[in-house]
């Protein structure tokens, strides 16, 4: 175990919390991340309906977290979350009173994501119990340009509530830089990608396997639907997607297990922690060998 205040607050073993992801924070890889002592998360950007049915197949003794993106929120779905998850989250969108104050008055803690100091200042001022600073390095949408050591430095001595690293965290040593600079928790999302319990096509694995910090890059190429929002993907899907020239969609949408043929020029979503992408793991593997407890497995 290692003790934190996030960890306290959430009486998880280990200050690790997984990345809201969309389609892939489904409750089978939620409830592995946390059955290996992190925060496992779901994703809000579902149906009402959908979003209890998966909250219904949480364990009683499983604690999640459920993720929500201001763009696309459904009040009845944060209240829903708030009586059934540990946490509440919400991202892309200045820090609200009214959010927090209906999450919290469903009995659930809130956090907000942000990339900046002012966001940071902002999220407490309107009640959060906890704060994930997103540095620049984090795979999907990106709302800041800070790199995540210097956000860190800058958000520490500004607040006094958990507070949770985001981007770029793909090995155990970046996880010590992280808590060194003052965070109380970090956050996987990449990494998580490739586990074994992920629904991320198989292609898509196979290429964050192959791929490396390099092969990134900030765009906001996939924005169709969800304009003007900067986001982080391999380089390559973009080369897919001018290449199909007309047909390409350009929709932010991710390739699953249930999309067939050609998915290379689907919204490849990646952070700087694919360098640490090296073969298909457990999430209790990737939980271990974050937290210290093994060598990287290399395929």
Known sequence: MIETSFTRMFGCAYPLQMAGMGGYSTPALAIAVSKAGGLGMLSGIVRAADLASQLDGVPDDTIVAVNFLLPFLDPASVELAARRAAL???????????????ARANGARVGWQVGSLGEAKAAVDVGCDVVVAQGVEAGGHVRGTTPLLALLEQIRPAIDVPLVA????????????????????????????????????????????????????ITTAFGVGWPDAPHRVLKSCIEAGEARGADQAWTPNWPQVTDSGDVSAFALYAGTSVDAVHARQSAAEIVA????????VVG
């Open 88 to 102: 509440v989250e919400f991202f892309w969108g200045e820090p609200s009173s009214d959010l927090v104050d209906a």
């Open 166 to 217: 985001a981007g770029g965290i793909g090995t155990a040593p970046d996880v010590a830089a992280a808590l060194g600079a003052g965070a109380d928790a970090v956050r996987v999302g990449t990494r998580l990608l490739a586990a074994t319990e992920s629904v991320a096509h198989p292609d898509y694995i196979d290429t964050l396997i192959g791929a490396g910090a390099d092969d990134t890059v």
């Open 289 to 296: 060998e974050l937290m210290g407890g093994g060598g990287p």
